[in-house]
């Protein structure tokens, strides 16, 4: 599968603060998903991004896909407790679909 | 719509005992797919179905792993001899497959065999 490079590893802030995790390719993806797994839980798909440029909104949430397609990005405006968790970025073509390391975030009050 | 069910939800067996994991996909779906999750490694794709048969089970550690998919609504895992090292979570996760199309349909997870091998 295509190899992809997230960082950070981790990242811890406090309440109110944002929160970025970047997906990195060496080669051109043809689409993007991201996913959030709370501590104990299962991954839970959150959207796909599919289009060079492209940017969705979920609330909080701003996802990115880079114009070369060779990235994508994840951004949280003003944290909350409820965003702790792993975020992972998924690739693949056809039906192989690989994971990403995933980028652990924890909110202090 | 009752989701990807996994039995066991924990499992806890000596080394060398016989492991069996099952999933019940989500009905509909044709497409099922294996996967372990350590801190060391993350989560791992083991192997994948499309329409009950395994398309690629190159994630699969060693020949003491095996799935099946006897039907479109039932699949196991087993792992047998198993060793410490095999501790992990597993998860089950099913989606519709479509021939064809370079975009893909989300992956929904079941909750997860946690085994723990002594």
């Known amino acids: 599968g295509q190899q992809v490079m997230q960082i950070p590893q981790y990242q811890h802030v406090q309440e109110g603060e944002d929160f970025t995790t970047y997906c990195n390719s060496s080669t051109t993806l043809s689409n993007i998903q991201w996913y959030k797994q709370r501590p104990g839980g299962h991954p839970v798909f959150l959207i796909q991004?599919?289009?060079?440029?492209e940017v969705k909104k979920q609330k909080r949430l701003t996802f990115q896909f880079g114009e070369a397609k060779k990235n994508s990005s994840l951004h949280i405006t003003a944290t909350q407790t409820t965003d702790v968790g792993t975020y992972f970025c998924?690739?693949?073509?056809?039906?192989?679909?690989?994971f990403g390391t995933g980028t652990q975030l924890k909110v202090e009050l | 719509d009752a989701g990807v069910i996994q039995s066991p939800r924990h499992e806890v067996t000596e080394m060398g005992q016989e492991v069996t994991l099952r999933c019940k996909p989500i009905?509909?779906?044709?497409?099922l797919f294996w996967y372990r999750q350590t801190m060391m490694r993350g989560l791992e794709l083991l192997i994948y179905f499309n329409n009950n048969v395994p398309i690629d089970d190159s994630g699969m550690p060693e020949d003491r792993f095996s799935a099946k998919m006897p039907n479109a609504s039932f699949s196991t895992l087993k792992i047998q001899p198993s060793e410490p090292r095999d501790s992990a979570v597993y998860f089950c996760?099913?989606?519709?497959?479509?021939?064809?199309?370079?975009?893909?349909?989300?992956?929904?997870f079941g909750n997860g065999t946690r085994l723990t091998v002594t």
């Open positions: 996760a099913s989606r519709p497959y479509r021939v064809g199309r370079f975009d893909n349909s989300p992956l929904h």
């Open positions: 998924v690739t693949g073509g056809g039906n192989k679909l690989t």
């Open positions: 009905s509909g779906h044709n497409s």
């Open positions: 991004l599919v289009k060079s440029g």
